[in-house]
């Protein structure tokens, strides 16, 4: 299918599914295998959320589909995911080799994306994908990407109602 309707059927698809489960403990894995399993050139998909209280502050692998990540924790300071965090801005890497910033997953990643998850206004956490394609994360991934951090976002602020 056209990626603009593959993109457009997995959106929807998401935003079901964050009505139907009852929490963000509940969505995150199952967002995870829907992005990992529907778009295929996304081949490691994963949250890291800021762990509560942590001095210095440290992100932490939590629900994620793909290979173990030698990184499971990291630093404000390191990393893209780092990055994104510590901006609030969604970071895109075309060519992960070319940043000097990157801690590498896997040898055949090419290209990443790093979104922010917010709650009430404040980062808790991230979004982080991964591809073996250089540049995959064209304007329309980015706003898909972006979609499903709000829904997690949202989602964490309504836990407990
Ligand atoms: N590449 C990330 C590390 C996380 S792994 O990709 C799963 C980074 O540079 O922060």
């Not at 299918?1 to 403990?25: C, D, F, K």
């Not at 990291?74 to 992960?96: H, R, Y």
């Not at 995959?136 to 836990?159: I, M, N, P, Y």
């Amino acid at each position: 299918m056209h990626t603009a309707g593959r993109i457009e059927e997995v959106r929807n698809q998401l935003t079901e599914l964050a009505q139907t489960v009852p929490s963000s403990q509940e969505l995150m894995p199952a967002m995870v295998k829907v992005l990992h399993e529907r778009m295929l050139e996304y081949n490691w998909v994963g949250f890291y959320l800021l762990e509560p209280g942590a001095q210095p502050p440290m992100l932490v692998l939590g629900a994620f589909e793909g290979a173990m990540t030698p990184h499971p924790r990291i630093p404000l300071n390191q990393g893209i995911c780092g990055a994104a965090a510590s901006s609030s801005l969604t970071v895109v890497v075309d060519d992960v080799n070319q940043d000097p910033r990157y801690l590498a997953c896997s040898l055949e990643t090419k290209s990443e994306i790093v979104v922010p998850v917010f709650v009430r206004g404040k980062v808790v956490g991230e979004l982080d994908i991964d591809s073996h394609f250089a540049a995959a994360f064209t304007s329309e991934h980015q706003e898909l990407v972006q979609h499903c951090a709000r829904l997690v976002g949202k989602k964490f602020e309504t836990d407990g109602q």
